[in-house]
């Protein structure tokens, strides 16, 4: 997808051409809006301006630049609609949960209680395990990882 591929609504946000009224913060490589499908109030995204479909698509430069704005949004919603918590969630591929492919990382204030549930159980991992995942990721052969 191009740059500002009209395909590509987060695209078409970043160019000013949807959401104005979302709009919390914009620089020269990032944009940060209120989501319209917000799951709790507040619940912003910070998106790169040049199109990158996910995580392995995005450059170093932006990549840096989106979490300066995450950082930065982190603070202004804990200082104004101080919540008792906050997730950051960043989903890339189908497979990973991505639904707009556009690189986006969601933040969503928390209240202790709320309606909200983690999408999985963690189960603590053998030494075995670990080890044998370490070794493929530190030589760089290629694996399918299994659950």
């Not at 969503?108 to 999985?120: K, M, Q, Y």
Request: proline share 5%; glycine share 6%.
């Amino acid at each position: 997808m191009a740059e500002t591929d009209t395909a590509c609504v987060f695209c078409e946000i970043a160019a000013g051409r949807e959401g104005a009224g979302r709009v919390l913060f914009e620089d020269e490589r990032t944009i940060a809006f209120l989501d319209h499908t917000a799951v709790m109030p507040g619940h912003t995204l910070v998106v790169p301006r040049a199109h990158a479909a996910d995580i392995w698509e995005i450059s170093a430069e932006d990549a840096a630049a989106v979490m300066r704005t995450v950082h930065s949004m982190a603070a202004r919603i804990r200082d104004v609609l101080r919540p008792d918590g906050l997730t950051l969630f960043q989903a890339n591929r189908s497979a990973g949960w991505q639904d707009v492919f556009h690189l986006h990382v969601h933040l969503v204030p928390r209240a202790t209680g709320d309606h909200l549930t983690r999408p999985w159980v963690a189960s603590v991992k053998g030494d075995e395990e670990l080890a044998a995942v370490r070794a493929l990721l530190l030589d760089g052969r290629s694996s399918p990882l299994e659950p």
